[in-house]
C-alpha cells in the first residue's frame, strides 16, 4: 500500500522536484561564483580560518568568504514546503488523496518523508556542486584545510534551520485557505523571526556563539517536530468544504488571533524602548486581526460601498 | 453492500444533508435526484472522505470506511467541480488511477478514448466539457471499482455520446458485480437506465423508489370528459400533470381494476393510455411540491 503511495506521490511531485533541483543548482553555481570572485587568497594562505576546527558554523575568514551551507538552501525548504501543500490544495489533489482509501495519516507522513528526502537531496546535491566550484577555485599552492567540526556544525544549524522554515511554510500552507493571503501571512511571519532572533540573541547574551547556535538548531527542530505533529492530526481532521476560505480550520480562528496580538505585541514591546509602541501594537493588531480572521459584516458593507 | 448510514453534514451553520440513509448493492443501477443546491455533491464528497461527515458512517459490506478506508478503493467518485486532472494529458491519468484502484484496465481505458476519438496527448483542461464528462465515465468504468458514483454524467454530452454511456452503464452491470450511483437534476436522463430512483429533498433522502414496483400500480392517461367540471373520482385518486383545453393528462399512482370500472363509467369522450415516465411518476408523487416540478 505505502509502496503505491510512494509511487503515487513520486508520479505526482517528480518534476517539481526535477525543476527545484535545476533552479537550486543555478542559483547554487551564480552564489558561488560570486564567492570566488571575493577571494582573496595568496600560495601560502590556507582555504579555511581557525573557526573551521571550532564546532560552530563556519562563517568564513577574512580572505575568503563563503559559507559550507548555503541561506539559498533555507529558502529552497521553505520554498519546497509552501508548495508541496499548497498545490495539493489549489490544483484539487486533495480531493483524489482523500478519496484514495489510504489513511490519512499515511498519506500525511508519506508525504512529509518523500518531501524531506527530496529536498534534503536537493540540498546536497546543490552543496556538492558548490563545493566543487569552490575547489576548482583554490589557488595552486593554498592549503584545503576543511575540518569537521565546522562542517558538522555548519550542516547542523543550515539543515535545522531549513526543516524549520519548512515546517513553518508546510503548516501554514496546511490551514491557510487562500494563496494571496497565505503568501502575506508565511513572509511576514517569516520575516518577523529576524526580530525574535534579535530578541533572543539579545536575552542570551552572556551566552557564547557557539552554544546560542546548537541551541538554535534544538529550538529548530523542536518546533519543526511539533509543527508536523499538530499538522498531521489536523490533517486528519480536513474537510475540503472549507477550500478558498482564509482558514480551513475555523477552531483555530480564535487561538490563531489570540497568538497573532501576543507575539506581535511582544516583538514591539521587547524591541521598543517604551511601552508607547507596545500600547499601539496591540491596539492596531487586536483591530487588524478581528476584521482578517472574522471578516464581520459591517467591515464587508463598507469595504464594497468603498471599492 | 454499500450502506450510507445515518450521514449528515453542516456546511456554514447550515444542515446540508440530514441523516441520510440507504443500501446499494452491486447490480443495481441507482438514480439520486432533487433540485440544484439540494446536497447531492455534498453527499458523494462525505461518502467518499473529502468531506469529513458530522455524524453517520459509509460502510462496504460492513467495513466502515472510516475505521478501514482500504475499503474506499471499491468506492470510485470523480468531482466534477474540483479534481487534479488538468494540468495533465489524457495518457498520464492512468499513472494515477492504477496505483489506486488496483484493478484500473489501462488497455481497455485506451480503447475507449480511442473509441470516442480522444487523443492520448489531449490536456484534460483543453477539453471540451463534454469531453471531459466522457473521459470521467470511461475513467469510471475502467477502474473496476465496485460501487461507482457518477455526478451528472450527462451535463454536456451529445444524444449520440449520452445514449453511447447509458449503454456501456447497462452492460457493466449485467454481471451483477458493478453498481452505479448516477446523480442528475434532469429526470429525464434516468428514464430507462435507473432501476431505483433516491429523491433528495430539502437535505434529506425523501424517497426511496423502486422504479418496477411503482410502475407495477401507476399508469398515465389522456382523458377528455363531455363537459368541464372534472368529476371527483380524477380528484381524489390522480395527479393532474397537463391541461390543455378539454385535454386533461393524469397519472394514477394507484390504478385498481375498480377505479378503471369507475372512469369508465363516466364515459370519456377520450381515454388513452399513455407512456409513463419517470418525470410524471414524480410528478404524481410529489405534484404538490411546486419547486420540484420546476427542476427540469
Redesign the interface.
Known sequence: MTKHLLALFWQRYRQRFWALLAISLVMGLILALLNVTTWNLSATDTLFGNQIHRWEPYLGSANATFSLYSYWLVFVFWLGGLFLMLLDRTENFNQFLFASGYRRSVIYWTKLGMSLVGLVAVAVITTLEQYLIYWLHVPHGVTLNLAWPGVLTSWALGLAMSLGMFALSWFAALIVGQTGPLMVTIGGFTISLIGVVNIIQGLLHHWTSAQRDWLAVGLWLAASLILWVWGAGLFGRLSLEHNGEYLLFPKLRLPLYLVFVVYMTALFTINGTDLVAGAWTFVLTSLFGYGWLWRPHWLEDWRQRHA | MLHVNQLS?T?DHRPIIEEIDFTWQPGEIVGLVGRNGVGKT?LF?AM?????ADSGQVTIDDHDLQAE?????H?F?I?TQ???M??YRLRELP??YA??YTNFDRDRYVKLLQHFDLQLNDQYRRLSKGMRALVNVILALTSNATYIVLDEPFDGLDVIVRENIATMVIDEVADQTKGFLISSHDLNELDGLSDRVLLLKESRLAHDYNLEDVRATAKKVQLVFKDKVIPEVLKQNSKLIRVSGRVLVVVFPEYTDELDAQLRALQPVLFEELSLTLEDLFRANLSQDTGYQMMK
Open positions: 453534514k456546511i455534498t464528497r467518499t472522505n473529502q468531506y469529513v478506508p482500504q475499503f474506499q478503493q468506492l467518485f468531482d474540483y479534481n487534479f488538468g494540468n499513472d494515477f496505483l489506486v
